[in-house]
């Protein structure tokens, strides 16, 4: 079973250079969500899509974008990578938006030098 | 903004030691949950609460929704080696913020 996957695990990455973070799950779940995970502050919500076709932003979305072509793959994309955005990103989904029952990915750890 | 305060930042107990840990906000929440993650891993939902004042618990661990829909508790009874990680409190309101974290260790 495996419910959402991540890639890539690490990655280091020059500044100024694209990069897409990937994300597919197998649980059919309509709402996925992109967070960051930074020491001393938790979790922060990037961006999210309650169904395929919708997208969101949430509380920290400056320098990111995605999209939800289909119900599996949530891609998270930033544009041109900057140090500040070094951090563990976490990609999730849950069966229905709102309901705060999210489950998780592994992380993708991102280092932007 | 919706911003939740989580404490302690980090508990050092003996095995056996019963723990508790909280959050506080002042936005109201609609749901109340608790993730607890591991070393290399995507936090794990532990508990869900969804009602004022409900009380809930999933083998040792026990949560509470505050009253006033502005809090939570968790407590850890009778503490194990595996209960490390870092334990976040989520509020559910019009987005779903975490708290920083409580780290716990647990000594043998």
């Known amino acids: 079973i495996a419910g959402i996957t991540q890639a890539p695990t690490s990655q280091i990455l020059a500044a100024g250079r694209r990069m897409t973070l990937r994300c597919t799950q197998d649980?059919?779940?309509?709402?996925m969500y992109w967070y960051r995970q930074d020491l001393g502050l938790g979790l922060r919500l990037i961006h999210y899509?309650?169904?395929?076709?919708?997208?969101g932003k949430g509380e920290v979305p400056d320098g990111y974008s995605v999209s939800r072509a289909n119900t599996d793959d949530f891609p998270l994309t930033l544009a041109s990578a900057v140090p500040s955005q070094t951090s563990v990103y976490f990609c999730?989904?849950?069966?229905?938006?709102?309901?705060?029952?999210?489950?998780f990915g592994e992380g993708s750890r991102l280092t932007v030098l | 903004g919706q911003q939740l305060n989580q404490s302690p930042q980090s508990m050092f107990i003996q095995e056996g030691e019963d723990v508790s840990m909280n959050c506080t906000s002042s936005?109201?929440?609609?749901?109340w949950l608790w993730y607890k993650q591991d070393p290399g891993e995507g936090p794990v939902l532990l508990i869900a609460?969804?009602?004022?004042?409900e009380l809930t618990s999933n083998g040792r661990l026990t949560a509470q929704f505050g009253i006033t829909r502005k809090d939570s508790f968790l407590n850890i009874s009778a503490s194990i080696p595996s209960d490390v990680g870092i334990y976040f409190c989520?509020?559910?309101?019009?987005?779903?913020?975490f708290g920083a974290g409580t780290r716990l260790t647990v000594k043998p």
């Open positions: 999730a989904s849950s069966d229905r938006a709102n309901t705060g029952e999210l489950f």
């Open positions: 649980m059919r779940h309509n709402a």
């Open positions: 899509s309650n169904t395929a076709g919708t997208t």
């Open positions: 936005s109201i929440f609609n749901t």
């Open positions: 609460l969804y009602k004022a004042g």
């Open positions: 989520a509020g559910q309101g019009y987005d779903m913020r």
